[in-house]
């Protein structure tokens, strides 16, 4: 599995996107938190990001079901920790 630490720096920046895009209130800035974690994603331990997406093309990059991917990538990176 992947080391701590990229398990630690992935649940530290992607909690503290998911709690400004739970709670914000601007469509913009909720597209710039999905961009931000997409993109976050493309370089992300390609180990970790199989073992958060079991197989589920699109995940953490697809708008319609964004929010319950980064919800999912929280809880399950917390769960690692």
């Not at 913009?28 to 093309?57: F, K, V």
């Not at 708008?63 to 919800?71: G, L, P, R, S, V």
């Amino acid at each position: 599995m992947t080391d701590r630490d990229s398990i630690e720096t992935a649940y530290a920046f992607l909690h503290q996107k998911r709690n400004v895009y739970i709670h914000s209130p601007y469509a913009w800035q909720r597209d710039d938190i999905e961009m931000a974690i997409a993109s976050y994603a493309d370089s992300m331990s390609p180990e970790l990001y199989a073992a958060l997406a079991h197989g589920r093309a699109g995940y953490l990059r697809d708008h319609t079901t964004f929010e319950a991917d980064i919800t999912h990538a929280v809880t399950t990176l917390e769960a690692l920790l």
